[in-house]
């Protein structure tokens, strides 16, 4: 399978929301039918989730002004996660923090990113 950039948007218990990918392994370009999912399921989201099938583990300055755009326009805090193929990272209350236990759906964005986990264990 190839490397793409994968979004998925999680609700509670982790439940896969909606999804996008791109065609590329290091961009995920804005579209307008993710921001329009993003806002139809504002009541609903909490994570949104995207992968860096190449790396790092961590956020883009890309990722950071998205990141901002978004808490500014929702007007609450959202959980941010990248999953890269050495682990996952989330930003919660401003600080990042390495992720030891993935959750189920990691499995899927993995998937369809084409990028598989090195020693990363997955919640049951």
């Not at 490397?3 to 896969?16: A, N």
């Not at 860096?52 to 990722?63: A, C, I, K, Q, R």
């Amino acid at each position: 399978m190839r490397l793409r950039e994968v979004c998925l948007l999680i609700g509670q218990g982790g439940t896969v929301l909606w999804s996008d990918a791109s065609d590329s392994p290091v961009w995920l370009p804005d579209s307008r039918a993710r921001w329009e999912a993003i806002w139809r399921l504002r009541g609903e989201l909490e994570e949104i989730a995207h992968s860096h099938p190449v790396g790092p583990l961590g956020f883009s300055t890309e990722d950071e002004t998205t990141m901002a755009a978004l808490t500014e326009a929702l007007g609450r805090p959202v959980r941010f996660s990248v999953v890269a193929p050495d682990g996952m990272v989330v930003r919660e209350d401003g600080k990042d923090v390495r992720v030891t236990e993935e959750p189920g759906w990691t499995g899927r964005l993995r998937a369809e990113s084409g990028i598989c986990a090195i020693d990363a264990r997955r919640q049951v």
